[in-house]
T-cell receptor, first 118, second 116 residues
Framework: DSGVTQTPKHLITATGQRVTLRCSPR?????VYWYQQSLDQGLQFLIQ???????AKGNILERFSAQQFPDLHSELNLSSLELGDSALYFC?????????????????FGPGTRLTVL | GQQLNQSPQSMFIQEGEDVSMNCTSS?????WLWYKQEPGEGPVLLIA?????ELTSNGRLTAQFGITRKDSFLNISASIPSDVGIYFC????????????????FGQGTILTVHP
């Protein structure tokens, strides 16, 4: 158990709908990351938050958005869903947000949310 | 963007054999990490490497951070059936402007099958 929790475990929805994925980081971790895992693209970085602020963006679609709340949990919102959005979505957390420091930025992954868009 | 090439794509070995897999990149990284993922679960961190040339062990696992900062390898000694899974390398942070922050770039994964 990494200490990172994600809900729900599974989500089945229809095209055009909107869903929210939730993540609670490990106790004390300030940084949260979202990744998408699909068969054709592998594990892809979406977005990072550090202590409530957006820190880095990856290949995140405009239909997707995220935020980190004062209690440090994070939500990933996916809207106008398409069939191709079906994937595993992982949240990870680390103590710090910037590499180059002496440790504290190793990322620990949650169990993921499997999204199926029908 | 940055690309990681991980090889081999898959390995079928007998229990007790040693395993070696590696990752190469077109860009340098400040940190290399190795993860293992089992079906239906998230990646689990195995080893983190912070300095070029560093060699680190975790039980039967040994990993090295290449001198050029563009590659890393993972060895598993005396494999056992529970080693089955997908192993991923990941590189972290080296953009000159620091804009990549904590982003991980992952390899495509090595699928390991161990026959008893």
């Amino acid at each position: 158990d990494s200490g990172v929790t994600q809900t729900p475990k599974h989500l089945i929805t229809a095209t055009g709908q909107r869903v929210t994925l939730r993540c609670s980081p490990r106790s004390g971790d300030l940084s949260v990351y979202w990744y998408q895992q699909s068969l054709d693209q592998g594990l892809q970085f979406l977005i990072q938050y550090y202590n409530g602020e957006e820190r880095a963006k990856g290949n995140i679609l405009e239909r997707f958005s995220a935020q980190q709340f004062p209690d440090l949990h994070s939500e990933l919102n996916l809207s106008s869903l398409e069939l191709g959005d079906s994937a595993l979505y992982f949240c990870a957390s680390s103590a710090r947000g910037s590499p180059g420091l002496a440790g504290g930025y190793e990322q620990f992954f949650g169990p993921g949310t499997r999204l199926t868009v029908l | 963007g940055q690309q990681l090439n991980q090889s081999p794509q898959s390995m079928f070995i007998q229990e007790g054999e040693d395993v070696s897999m590696n990752c190469t990149s077109s860009s340098i990284f400040n940190t290399w990490l190795w993860y293992k993922q089992e079906p239906g679960e998230g990646p689990v961190l195995l080893i983190a490497l912070y300095k070029a040339g560093e060699l680190t062990s975790n039980g039967r696992l040994t990993a090295q951070f290449g001198i050029t900062r563009k590659d890393s390898f993972l060895n598993i000694s005396a494999s056992i059936p529970s080693d089955v899974g997908i192993y991923f390398c990941a590189g972290q942070g080296a953009n000159a402007g620091g804009t990549s922050y904590g982003k991980l770039t992952f390899g495509q994964g090595t699928i390991l099958t161990v026959h008893p």
